[in-house]
Every structure is written in C-alpha cells, then in structure tokens.
C-alpha cells in the first residue's frame, strides 16, 4: 500500500491549504492590531507563531522532503521570522526518522550493482544521521578504511519535484497576498532552489564540491575536509574517509576536553570570512550537524551538498560592506548594498545609512542582548518601517548567502555567547584591506593609513551627527507618515477581494481532495476572477505609490 505521503496531489493539498491558512491567520492580525503594537500585541503575535511553527514541524515531520530544507531555512532567518517560530522548529534536523535498513541496503546494491558485502566489510545498519535528503552509515572497507556512506532516501526525487509544484502555488499566493512577496524576487528565489537543491540530489556533485573545498583548505592550520572516495560515489551513495568527532555545537563535548570556546569562535569566523570575502564556492548549510569537532580542537567541515557560488563583483561589494561596517563608514555600506542590488533606485540612502548606523552602534553597545530596552525597540521599529516602505530587495542570489550567513552566526554564538564579531573580525579585516590597497596600482600610501585612523576619528564624527540628528530626525519623521498614508491606501483597497479570493481558493483544493469536480469547477471560476480582480486593483495602486515616490 502506497502511504499517502508519497501521494503527489495529496502533498500539494497539504502544503498549499497550511500556507492559506499561514497567510490569513497573519493578514488578519495584521489588521486587528494595526495602529497599536504594544506588549500585549507582540505576546499575541510570538503565540500566533509558536502554534504556527508547531503546526509546520508536524506536517514537515510527517510529509519529509522539502519540508525539512525549508523548516531548517527558516529556523535560521531571525531577521524576518518571531523568534518564537524558530525555537519551536529548532531540532527538526535531528528529528528526521531514518530509512529502514533494508530499502537503504536496496538503494546501495542497485547502485553499486553488486552486494553491498564485496565493498565493505562491515556496516552499521542503524544510520549514525538522518537527513531530510539522506542516511549516513559507519563502515568498513576491506583494505580496513573506516569510511562514512551517505544513502539518499528511496524515491525523495519524486517527492522534492512534487514539492516543487506546491511551492509554485505558494510563491503565487506570496506574491499577490503577502507584503513580502513584494520585496523579494520569488521567481528567482524559485529558480535557485531548484538548482541548489537538484545539485544536492546528486552525490557525484556533493564528492566535486568536496574535493574542491578540500583543495582550499589543504593549508589552512586547524581545518580538515575528509577525503571523498570517488570509486565506491554514485549519484545516490556516497563515501568518503570517516573521522571521529562530535557536532561544534556538543557543549559537553567542548567542555569535556577542555577547549577554548573563545578562540573556537574566533577560528570558525576567520574561516568564514575567507568564504565571505572570496569569489568562489561558500558553505551554503553551515549548521552545527555539518562542522564537526576533534578532541584537540581541529574542525571538520563535512556535507557539501548545499554550495553557493559568490561571483567577483559580489564579492567584491561584500568586501566594501565588511570594510564600511570596520572602518565606520557607514555611506559606502549603503553603497556596497546598492551595487549587490539590494537597494532598487528610489531607496533613500542618507535614512538607510542612519539606519545602519544605528545597527551597528546597538551591536557595539550589546542593546541588542535586551529585546526590551528603548534603543532596540525604537531601532526594530524603525526597520520593520523602512523595509515595510522603502523600495528594497533580497537578489536571489544572496538568498542562500544570507541563510548562510544566519546559521554560521547561530553556531558561533551557541559556542561562545559573548563573540563580538567585529571586534574579532578587525585585525584580519584591517590586514586583508591594507595588503588589497598595496595590491592596486592606484594606491596611495596616505590612503592605508586613513583605513587605520579611521576608528580614531570617529569621536568628533559623533559630536557632528549629534548637530545634524534634529534634521535627521524630522526628514525620518516626514518620510514615514508619507509611507504610512500609501500603505493604509494599501491595506484598505486590497482587504476585501484577498477574503473574497481565498474562500474559493481554499475550496478549490477541498474540491480536488474529495474528487467533487463540480465545487472544483466553481471555486476554479470564482479564484480566477478575485486573482484578476486583485491584480487590477493592485496595478491602480501601484501606480499611484509610485507617484508618489517621484
């Protein structure tokens, strides 16, 4: 008998009438509390996403496949989910039931086209890990090698390209009924998803990815990548040399051994920011089940199946960022986020660079550890504004960056609470940016020694920003009730056709479920008519926002 999760429409039903459901639960307390977010609200709205989250561990638990990629995406964005949605799908990695021994075994003779017994000498039939994409097994070869092999689960390709079409249709809702399907590319985010996925589907490609990290960490003291075994790797099985270790984030383990969390922390951020500031591939799943740690402080990077790749140019602003944040210059900041196109043309750049600022100024102050203090309150505040209005973007291409960066922070800051990430970035920032400017043709002596001035200088910078702040202040004050009005206008045209539009939407797929072809043909009519009702009505307001821009 076929289990139902396996059954294509029944995935999609499931996974699209969760995300209706997601999408009004949020609409409608958006619009009950609007105008009045205070504790009492923002206690609502982390118990609103709790029982979200919570509904979405189960259903992902239960469906498997993209389920569980983008559960542990989201369990890593604190920047745009409640921090109540991310404790509740923290261990949904761990959490992934195994594939019984003898389908894997299936998998690994078909594959290998012979007994898995004239490969390897012994194997543990119980997985030492679980992932949403595969197991991974502890064996021995012949020769005596103890080697690690990862067996891709039976049929997870089928079911990764049924979940693929429930995503269409959830990206489609996003995009016309979510203020976040405004801001962000879900077309192309789309498009990502399937390659960087599709590519973790194949094992030969994870075996180059590896092979090519290891090349670039061949020198680095402290860093190890396990040698990948390319005659035993097929698109389903890999192999590769198996090392003991524990998970980074073991903090018995790093207790147990006496090692120094401090300058673990600090060894793990060099060595992302070698990947940072890089053209080339990056460590696009860097969680703590994916770094490993050796009882004499060595780390271990492992699972290369999710990479992304940071093009010159890219890497190239991100540099110029890193350097703006280090060095106190907040406007070329702006601009490093401007050519990454994160900043579309009519984004205000002097209240973005205020913004920054501030961010930064929290981060060195430790305000953020304090989710209640004023500073912090009034600067959330003034993001969810400038995000919500101005015109800014997440590239596509940053997506996977992004999530990287989120969940390499995480780690780093489970190891060791107290990490300053600036502070301890500096002196390989402050190095790497002055070896760059002896690099340049154009370079002057005069222009190094202002990088390294810089942090001096910024005392009277202060006392000039404090002048200007009245004039800052009423030029944020004016521009925000200017977007307030345009979003209202918003919110009240489009209200009634999303109820009108969603009713239908959600029988339609209560129609496919029960096979009632008859309320499948109606609600089919009635959705197509409120999506076009609601694209006109969206295009007139558009229209009119962006006359007001100008």
Same mark, same amino acid.
């Given at each position: 008998m076929i289990s139902t999760k396996k059954v294509a429409a029944y995935r999609i039903y499931k996974i699209v009438f969760m995300s209706v459901k997601f999408f009004l639960q949020v609409y409608f307390f958006q619009r009950k509390y609007q105008g009045r977010w205070d504790a009492t609200t923002e206690r609502k709205w982390a118990e609103l996403a709790g029982k979200q989250a919570r509904e979405y561990k189960q259903t992902a638990l239960k469906l498997e496949g993209l389920m569980i990629k983008m559960g542990q995406f989201l369990s890593t964005r604190a920047d745009i989910m409640p921090r109540s949605f991310i404790l509740e799908l923290e261990g949904l990695t761990d959490r992934v039931p195994p594939v019984p021994w003898e389908e894997a075994k299936r998998v690994i003779e078909d594959d290998w086209n012979t007994a898995y017994g004239n490969i390897v000498h012994k194997i543990s039939e119980n997985p030492v890990a679980s992932a949403s994409i595969g197991d991974v097994y502890h064996a021995w070869l012949h020769n005596g090698d103890s080697v690690a092999i990862k067996v891709q689960r039976p049929g997870i390709e089928r079911i990764i390209r049924t979940d693929f079409k429930a995503m269409k249709i959830v990206i489609w809702l996003a995009k016309r009924f979510t203020r976040f399907g405004k801001q962000v590319d879900l077309d192309a985010l789309y498009r990502e998803m399937t390659i960087v996925i599709g590519d973790e589907l194949n094992f030969k490609k994870e075996l180059q990815n590896g092979v090519a990290f290891g090349e670039r960490f @061949? !020198?680095? %003291?402290? =860093? /190890? =990548? %396990?040698?990948?075994? $390319?005659?035993?790797?097929?698109?389903? =099985?890999? =192999?590769? !040399?198996?090392? $003991?270790?524990? @998970? /980074?984030? !073991?903090?018995s383990f790093l207790d147990k051994h006496g090692l120094n969390r401090e300058e673990l922390a600090e060894n793990l951020l060099l060595l992302f920011i070698e990947q940072l500031l890089n053209e080339g591939m990056f460590h696009a799943d860097p969680h703590g089940g994916n770094i490993l740690i050796k009882e004499d402080g060595t780390i271990v990077l492992i699972d290369f199946g999710m990479v992304g790749v940071i093009r010159k140019k890219d890497a190239e602003a991100v540099q110029r960022a890193v350097e703006g944040v280090i060095f106190e210059r907040y406007s070329e900041v702006v601009e490093a986020l401007e050519q990454m196109k994160f900043l579309l043309p009519k984004a205000d750049k002097d209240i973005l660079e205020d913004v920054v600022e501030r961010v930064v100024q929290v981060y060195k102050s430790g305000e953020w550890q304090d989710g209640e203090s004023l500073m912090m309150e009034s600067l959330l505040e003034d993001i969810q504004d400038i995000v919500r209005t101005q015109p800014i973007q997440l590239p596509t291409e940053f997506a996977f960056f992004g999530r990287a960066i989120s969940t390499f922070t995480g780690v780093i800051y489970t190891i060791y609470p107290e990490a300053d990430f600036i502070e301890m970035a500096r002196p390989t920032i402050v190095r790497w940016a002055t070896a760059r400017n002896d690099d340049r043709e154009d370079s002057a002596p005069w222009q190094t020694a202002v990088r390294y001035i810089q942090p001096l200088l910024s005392a009277p910078s202060k006392f000039s920003d404090a002048l200007d702040e009245p004039k800052r202040y009423r030029r944020m004050m004016q521009w925000s009730n200017k977007k307030d009005r345009t979003l209202q206008e918003l919110t009240a045209r489009r209200r009634d056709i999303i109820i009108i539009t969603a009713i239908p939407f959600i029988s339609l797929h209560a129609g496919i479920l029960i096979e009632n072809w008859l309320l499948t043909g109606i609600a089919g009519a009635l959705t197509a008519a409120g999506a076009l009702r609601y694209r006109s009505i969206s295009g007139r307001i558009a229209r009119e926002s962006e006359e007001e821009y100008s």
């Open positions: @061949k !020198d680095t %003291p402290g =860093v /190890i =990548v %396990p040698r990948y075994i $390319e005659e035993y790797t097929t698109r389903r =099985v890999l =192999v590769m !040399d198996w090392i $003991e270790g524990s @998970k /980074i984030t !073991d903090q």
